[in-house]
């Protein structure tokens, strides 16, 4: 079973920046499409952005085209998720996930099979 780990979160001013990043230890990764989620205190897992396994293909959630950029690395086996002028609704758990065999680009939740365990991002006003 691929296991995902996510870092780069923290503790930011609105307007600035973080880069998400998550690892993938499995050997499918590179063969993955991959996703982005959040998820605030009392709210829905909501989709973010998602990459298709060579990378040629991104989508993102409306809301959020033009400040959030998906990018990844196979060689790495890693998915970074680049966030720009942050605001302080952007806080939330983001939580990586791999879809081997779903419609990854539906944006569900469930079309993904594995997850990480989060990194919190909060963004100060």
């Known amino acids: 079973q691929d296991q995902l780990v996510e870092s780069g979160g923290g503790l930011v001013q609105a307007g600035g920046s973080l880069r998400l990043s998550c690892a993938a230890s499995g050997r499918t990764f590179r063969f993955s499409a991959m996703g982005w989620f959040r998820q605030a205190p009392g709210k829905e897992r909501d989709f973010v952005a998602a990459i298709n396994w060579s990378g040629a293909t991104t989508y993102y959630a409306d809301s959020l085209k033009g400040r959030f950029t998906i990018s990844r690395d196979n060689a790495k086996n890693t998915v970074y998720l680049q966030m720009n002028s942050l605001k302080p609704e952007d806080t939330a758990v983001y939580y990586c996930?791999?879809?081997?065999?779903?419609?990854?680009?539906?944006?569900?939740?469930?079309?993904?099979?594995?997850w990480g365990q989060g990194t919190q991002v909060t963004v100060s006003s």
């Open positions: 996930a791999q879809s081997r065999s779903g419609d990854w680009r539906t944006g569900r939740p469930d079309e993904y099979d594995y």
